[in-house]
C-alpha cells in the first residue's frame, strides 16, 4: 500500500516541470562577446591617445 501511494506522484504523467538549460548558453555568449568588445575598445582609446598627442597645441 505505501508503495502504490509514493509511486503515484512520480507515475502521474509528467507533471514535473522540464529543466531549461538554454540560460547559461545565453549567458555565456554574452560574456565571450564582452570579453572581446571591452579590450577592443582600450586598444582603441590608446591608438586615439597617441595619435592625437601633438595636433591640439596652442597656435
Request: hydrophobic share 60%.
Amino acid at each position: 500500500m505505501a508503495l502504490s501511494l509514493m509511486s503515484g506522484p512520480v507515475l502521474a504523467g509528467g507533471m514535473a516541470e522540464p529543466i531549461m538549460e538554454q540560460e547559461p548558453v545565453i549567458e555565456a555568449a554574452a560574456a565571450s562577446n564582452a570579453a572581446i568588445i571591452v579590450p577592443l575598445m582600450l586598444l582603441l582609446l590608446i591608438a586615439v591617445a597617441s595619435s592625437g598627442g601633438g595636433a591640439g597645441g596652442p597656435a
